[in-house]
């Protein structure tokens, strides 16, 4: 299931110093005797900004102005989040569109509502969830100008459920996504889709590192050398079911979540910081990664999401969205993946699942005990102390000799 917002836009900007960082922490842009002019020069300064001629250059200023107008005006208001300056402040919100919100691709097929959510029977305790402070998230990266978002989504998310399982954050390639995964609806730089990306993942074995394999940001041939030489596997992934925030909560709770949104409008281009509320639309173009929420102290309920923009844009890379909207429609659907493991865990794991496919699980001299640490193994079980690891045990047990005894007859499965 993706989640989206009605209708967003995201945007970025880069420290110039002591002064951006505090000009980026204000609601209201400094103005004063400093004139445009000079902003817009101070601006170029700070990313790196050559225009080709005076012409451009012009067209570029009254763009620029027309923005920071936009954002003055509407940090001068009370609002529950501001907007900021940043590299795409010389853009149009066409031109923005065009560029950097084209990397979500809608699938052509029609997707299956999942009949039993995996994690539906999960309570939520925390109110307040940051897989950061966990250790789960990789450092933001930056997509440039190549729409792979999907790719970084993809494997924002692959990263976090690997950390949790298996205790290790591994920086993995979405360079390998780009050049390899090809085959399906995903086209590299030209848009794609996280569905395809997991399966990918999974029909190839794993995906290598970024340091293994880097990011380049244009397209490129697969390098099969680098392809073969897996660090992180995955073995399934399944839909959040539509609609439900309280589904996509569940999953957040246990895992970093793939969503895809609608980045449109003016003010996402341009956000800055607070919890974002609009105006939204359905219109998914745009994929991230869920990785917390919280609620605010006012009493507003958001989603901490994870962008693909460099930490020049938004609060540091990230966006606080608000959830629990009335605007069901605002949901569609996001992506979680549900066993993962390192390649050192690989080798277990095609073992079991080779098991796990069997009608009849393994026994003769392997005891149930045995059997249970390695079901445990598996599927990354782990208990709060011995007197449920015993509990659990019992109902295993008991499960296990239901299935054999079933299984010993005859039947039509």
């Known amino acids: 299931m993706a989640l989206i917002m009605r209708k967003l836009s995201l945007l970025a900007f880069l420290l110039f110093g ?3 960082a505090a000009t980026s922490a204000s609601r209201i842009l400094p103005g004063g005797t400093s004139s445009m002019v000079k902003r817009h020069k101070e601006w170029m300064a700070q990313y790196g900004k050559v225009y080709r001629n005076a012409t451009e250059k012009e067209q570029r200023f009254e763009i620029f102005k ?7 005006s509407f940090n001068a208001r009370k609002h529950e989040y501001w907007l900021g ?7 149009t919100n066409e031109e923005f569109n065009a560029i950097y919100l084209s990397g979500y691709k809608r699938s052509t097929s029609s997707r299956a509502t999942p009949r039993n959510f995996w994690y539906e029977n999960v309570s939520v305790a925390a109110t307040n969830l940051d897989w950061r402070s966990k250790g789960a998230v990789t450092p933001i990266k930056d997509q440039g100008q190549c729409g792979a978002c999907w790719a970084f989504s993809s494997v924002a998310a692959t990263e976090g459920i690997n950390q949790i399982k298996n205790g290790k954050l ?4 979405e360079q390998e996504l ?3 995964d090809v085959n399906g609806q995903n086209q590299g730089c030209n848009g794609g889709l996280m569905d395809d990306a997991f399966k990918f993942i999974i029909d190839n074995g794993g995906i290598n590192t970024e340091i293994n394999y880097p990011y380049k940001a244009a ?18 992934f399944e839909d959040v079911p539509s609609n439900s925030e309280a589904s996509l909560l569940k999953a957040v709770s246990i895992q970093p979540v793939s969503v895809a949104l609608d980045g449109g409008d003016p003010n996402f281009q341009h956000y800055a910081g607070g919890i974002f509320t609009g105006p939204c639309d359905t219109e998914l173009d745009h994929a991230v990664t869920a990785i917390g929420y919280g609620i605010n102290t006012d009493g507003t309920k958001y989603w901490l999401l994870k962008n693909s923009w460099g930490t020049s844009w938004g609060d540091h890379g990230y966006i606080k969205m608000q959830r629990d909207i009335d605007a069901v429609e605002g949901l569609s ?17 095609a073992l079991a699942a080779a098991t796990s496919a069997s009608r009849i699980l393994p026994g003769g001299t392997s005891s149930m005990v045995k059997r249970h640490e390695e079901w445990m193994a598996q599927y990354g079980k782990g208990y709060r102390n011995a007197a449920k690891k015993a509990q659990r045990f019992e109902i295993f047990k008991s499960n296990m000799e239901h299935i054999e005894s079933f299984n010993a007859r005859k039947r039509e499965y």
């Open 178 to 180: 780009i050049d390899c």
């Open 85 to 91: 300056p940043n590299q795409f402040t010389d853009l």
């Open 333 to 349: 659907m996001a992506l979680i993946m549900r066993k993962l493991s390192l390649l050192a865990f690989l080798l277990f794991g």
């Open 170 to 173: 591994i920086s993995l390639s």
């Open 219 to 236: 397209d490129g041939s697969c390098n099969s050398n680098k392809e073969s030489n897996s660090a992180v596997k995955i073995s399934g």
């Open 18 to 20: 002591a002064l951006a």
């Open 66 to 72: 027309s923005n920071m107008e936009h954002i003055e």
